[in-house]
């Protein structure tokens, strides 16, 4: 079992462990944001480079430093390895500029962006981007294509992690997408239109790090902080049916699948429980589903619904938190 010091916090990890899975086992600020990388989805990862890291020594036996800067989804723990992530003002240096090419093409429309509010480019936006953009070209626009009628895809948004393409070549029977041209150019292949048969397609929105790929049931319904998540089940012969229901009210705006700390897929479900289950009677509610303190989702305090009112959980006022004043927030 190699041992691997990360920003000073020493971990001991099963061989092969990459630095990001080390990371993610220690926890706290000291994990690398990661836009590509999915744990689920086979060779995943080394595409958008949010997650480099400074290896500051590369192992017991070979003690010299990487001369570069590592992609920390893709760079296998070795016994007696440093790293440094926060603790790096190299490495967080080059993480503004990775966000400063993230968005030399994604437009800034968060205002409209069903994502908005579970985006992990706004987030990344937030801590490392800069205000300013220095990009003076012309940045490629596409109309937003309908990929089946549950799907919308915003190619403008991209930022070709390629999680789409992995999970249809992996959740579905045929290999029939993937990104055409090179480059600039380069974009997600309207192939993927065929995937939306499957049982699974409509999995690659929740894969979506951005708002490029959307729910059409849910678009432009409601800002996603004014719902209240739900954790859900129901007796499904095709996937688990264990859902979150996003919910205002009693409608069911939403259904997506549990995902889990890092913001992953617990179980992948079906375009059924997905899509056509929208009544509360479809499911067994089991409560509110917890959302990090961090997200903009839990600023509806969610995590407080416990009364359940013919099976609904409802919003409990008694513990909405008293609103701090200003000189108590600085
Ligand atoms: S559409 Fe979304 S999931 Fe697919 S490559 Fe683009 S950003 Fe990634
Ligand atoms: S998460 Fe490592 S390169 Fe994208």
């Given at each position: 079992?190699?041992?691997?010091?990360?920003?000073?916090?020493?971990?001991?990890?099963?061989?092969?462990?990459?630095?990001?899975?080390?990371?993610?086992?220690?926890?706290?600020?000291?994990?690398?944001?990661?836009?590509?990388?999915?744990?689920?989805?086979?060779?995943?990862?080394?595409?958008?480079?949010?997650?480099?890291?400074?290896?500051?020594?590369?192992?017991?036996?070979?003690?010299?430093?990487?001369?570069?800067?590592?992609?920390?989804?893709?760079?296998?723990?070795?016994?007696?390895?440093?790293?440094?992530?926060?603790?790096?003002?190299?490495?967080?240096?080059?993480?503004?500029?990775?966000?400063?090419?993230?968005?030399?093409?994604?437009?800034?429309?968060?205002?409209?962006?069903?994502?908005?509010?579970?985006?992990?480019?706004?987030?990344?936006?937030?801590?490392?981007?800069?205000?300013?953009?220095?990009?003076?070209?012309?940045?490629?626009?596409?109309?937003?294509?309908?990929?089946?009628?549950?799907?919308?895809?915003?190619?403008?948004?991209?930022?070709?992690?390629?999680?789409?393409?992995?999970?249809?070549?992996?959740?579905t029977p045929e290999r029939l997408h993937g990104i055409m041209n090179r480059g600039d150019h380069a974009e997600i292949s309207t192939?993927?239109?065929?995937?939306?048969?499957?049982?699974?397609?409509?999995?690659?929105?929740?894969?979506?790090?951005?708002?490029?790929?959307?729910?059409?049931?849910?678009?432009?319904?409601?800002?996603?902080?004014?719902?209240?998540?739900?954790?859900?089940?129901?007796?499904?012969?095709?996937?688990?049916?264990?859902?979150?229901?996003?919910?205002?009210?009693?409608?069911?705006?939403?259904?997506?699948?549990?995902?889990?700390?890092?913001?992953?897929?617990?179980?992948?479900?079906?375009?059924?429980?997905?899509?056509?289950?929208?009544?509360?009677?479809?499911?067994?509610?089991?409560?509110?589903?917890?959302?990090?303190?961090?997200?903009?989702?839990?600023?509806?305090?969610?995590?407080?619904?416990?009364?359940?009112?013919?099976?609904?959980?409802?919003?409990?006022?008694?513990?909405?938190?008293?609103?701090?004043?200003?000189?108590?927030?600085?």
């Amino acid at each position: 079992m190699p041992k691997v010091i990360i920003d000073g916090f020493e971990i001991e990890v099963p061989a092969g462990t990459t630095i990001l899975n080390a990371a993610r086992q220690i926890g706290g600020d000291l994990v690398p944001p990661a836009m590509c990388y999915y744990s689920k989805l086979k060779d995943s990862g080394g595409k958008c480079r949010t997650c480099l890291v400074k290896v500051t020594k590369g192992s017991n036996t070979d003690p010299r430093p990487m001369p570069k800067l590592v992609a920390s989804c893709r760079t296998v723990v070795a016994d007696g390895m440093e790293v440094a992530n926060i603790t790096s003002p190299e490495v967080l240096d080059a993480r503004k500029g990775v966000v400063e090419f993230l968005l030399i093409n994604h437009p800034l429309d968060c205002p409209v962006c069903d994502q908005a509010g579970e985006c992990d480019l706004q987030d990344l936006a937030f801590e490392h981007g800069s205000p300013k953009t220095r990009y003076e070209f012309e940045r490629r626009t596409f109309e937003p294509i309908d990929i089946g009628d549950k799907i919308k895809l915003h190619m403008n948004r991209c930022i070709m992690c390629f999680r789409c393409v992995f999970l249809a070549d992996q959740l579905t029977p045929e290999r029939l997408h993937g990104i055409m041209n090179r480059g600039d150019h380069a974009e997600i292949s309207t192939y993927i239109e065929k995937a939306v048969d499957n049982d699974f397609s409509g999995n690659m929105i929740d894969v979506c790090p951005v708002g490029a790929l959307t729910d059409r049931t849910f678009r432009f319904t409601s800002r996603v902080w004014f719902t209240n998540p739900v954790l859900a089940h129901r007796q499904c012969n095709t996937c688990c049916g264990k859902t979150i229901l996003w919910m205002k009210g009693d409608e069911v705006l939403r259904v997506s699948a549990r995902t889990t700390f890092y913001g992953e897929v617990e179980e992948f479900i079906c375009n059924t429980c997905r899509f056509e289950k929208k009544n509360a009677a479809d499911w067994i509610m089991e409560g509110p589903a917890d959302i990090s303190r961090h997200s903009v989702i839990a600023q509806n305090h969610s995590h407080t619904m416990q009364v359940l009112k013919n099976g609904v959980p409802q919003y409990d006022d008694s513990q909405k938190p008293t609103p701090k004043v200003k000189s108590e927030i600085e």
